[in-house]
C-alpha cells in the first residue's frame, strides 16, 4: 500500500533554533501534500497545502515566515520551523495525495512531535 | 465555516460489544463525509467514506450512513473487537477545495477483552 514517511519522529530543540521535518511518499508520487498541526485532544489543523514546484499554500492565520515549507520533488516536503518558541511544540502530520490518484486518496504520515523548551 | 464535530473519548467497551461513535457537521453545499482512523503507532487510513446524501459507508465491519436532514455520520460496528482500538476521525471534504479535509477532534476508543 501507499506508504508515507516523516523524520523525525520526535525532535527536542531549544527555543531560538529551527527545526526542519520531513515527509516522504514512499512508493508514490505525490504533487500535493498537506501538513496539519495537532494539539492535545483537539482535530488536526491544516496549516498548509504544498504543491510540488510552487509556493506552498497557507490556511489563514498560519505564519508563513514561520513555517516554511519546501516541496521540491514528488516525494518530498519537508516543514521548517524558523526560531522555534514553546508554544510551537504540537505534533506535526504531513499527508500526500498521489499524483495519480482519485480525488479521495489521501495517504497521512505517522506525524512528528515537536518539543520546544 | 464547515466544521466536525464528534463525540468526545475516551470510549471503552468490552470485546463484542455494540459502538456508536457521534458525529455531526456543519457545511454549505453537499460535501462528502469520511471515517478515518489512528491506530498506535501509525498514520491516519480512510476507513470508510460517504460521497452523497444516504449513501452507507463501509469497511472492516464499520458503517456510517450520511444523513442530510440530521447533519450527521454517525460510526457504527455490531461486534468489536481489541484490534478496534484506536483513536477515529470524523471528516469531510468540500468539494471546492480539491483534497482539503477538516477533521473532528477524534474519539479514542480502548476495548477490553
Known amino acids: 500500500g501507499a506508504v508515507v514517511s516523516q523524520h523525525p519522529s520526535r525532535v527536542i530543540c531549544k527555543s531560538g533554533t529551527s527545526v526542519k521535518i520531513e515527509c516522504r511518499s514512499l512508493d508514490f508520487q505525490a504533487t500535493t501534500m498537506f501538513w496539519y498541526r495537532q494539539f492535545p485532544k483537539q482535530s488536526l489543523m491544516l496549516m498548509a497545502t504544498s504543491n510540488e514546484g510552487s509556493k506552498a499554500t497557507y490556511e489563514q492565520g498560519v505564519e508563513k515566515d514561520k513555517f516554511l515549507i519546501n516541496h521540491a520533488s514528488l516525494t518530498l516536503s519537508t516543514l521548517t520551523v524558523t526560531s522555534a518558541h514553546p508554544e510551537d511544540s504540537s505534533f506535526y502530520i504531513c499527508s500526500a495525495v498521489p499524483t495519480s490518484g482519485g480525488f479521495y486518496e489521501q495517504y497521512f504520515g505517522p506525524g512528528t512531535r515537536l518539543t520546544v523548551t | 465555516g464547515n466544521s466536525v464535530t464528534q463525540m468526545e473519548g475516551p470510549v471503552t467497551l468490552s470485546e463484542e460489544a455494540f459502538l456508536t461513535i457521534n458525529c455531526t457537521y456543519t457545511?454549505?453545499?453537499?460535501?462528502?463525509l469520511f471515517w478515518y482512523v489512528q491506530y498506535p503507532g501509525e498514520g491516519l487510513q480512510l476507513l470508510l467514506k460517504a460521497t452523497k446524501a444516504d449513501d452507507k459507508g463501509s469497511n472492516k465491519g464499520f458503517e456510517a450512513t450520511y444523513r442530510k436532514e440530521t447533519t450527521s455520520f454517525h460510526l457504527e460496528k455490531g461486534s468489536v473487537q481489541v484490534s478496534d482500538s484506536a483513536v477515529y476521525f470524523c471528516?469531510?471534504?468540500?468539494?471546492?477545495?480539491?483534497?482539503?479535509?477538516?477533521f473532528g477532534s477524534g474519539t479514542r476508543l480502548s476495548i477490553r477483552p
Open positions: 471528516a469531510l471534504s468540500d468539494h471546492s477545495s480539491a483534497s482539503k479535509i477538516i
Open positions: 457545511a454549505t453545499g453537499y460535501p462528502s
